[in-house]
């Protein structure tokens, strides 16, 4: 089989359609391809369409509210180029209230988790090393004693951004072996 070349877009049905137009067009600074009382379509970028909605109406009197953890998608992740990028997106999405529930430090990635109107979760990240030194690391000891990672603090993570500390202090684990960084940097990879 021959992999994808991109990522195309994601569909999403919806009660909340007015509501889930508006937050992804806040948040990713969409704009409406084309929208009638059934379908929306937004993109962001030079794509034709990245999400799509399908109106569903007016949630059942009662019916239950998706719970986090539920069948169905987990997240969708979408990578910033660097952190800089991806910290200007915490700020401005703070700024309107829209905070992630979840921000973590993978070791190959560090990622903000958000949730949409709907529950659906975005993750927000940025690739931390290089392809090759992110496959050695997943097959470590060290992601396999913890795959997950370590929580972080992002409002503290922007003033030591801002601070000028160094890229590979803030984006690592504490538990990540010194050569992670050093794999970053012969990447030529400015996290």
Known sequence: MVAPSKFAHIVYNTHRFEEMIDWYARVFEA???????RLAFLTYDDEHHRFAFINLG???????????GEAGVNHVAYTWRDLGELLDTYK???????LPWRPIRHGLTLSMYYRDPD?????????????????????????????????????????????????????????QPE???????RAGRTA
């Open 31 to 37: 704009r409406t391809q084309h929208r009638d009382g």
């Open 179 to 185: 050569s992670a960084g050093s794999a970053f940097r």
């Open 92 to 98: 401005r999405l703070k700024g309107m209230g829209i």
């Open 119 to 175: 529950g659906n979760g975005l993750e927000f990240q940025i690739d931390a090393m290089d392809l090759a030194a992110a496959g050695a690391f997943m097959r470590s000891d060290t992601f396999a004693r913890d795959p997950v990672g370590q929580p972080f603090d992002p409002d503290e993570l922007v003033a030591r951004y801002e601070s000028g500390e160094p890229v590979d202090d803030l984006v690592f684990r504490s538990d």
């Open 58 to 68: 007016p949630a059942a009197e009662g019916a239950p509210e998706r719970q986090p």
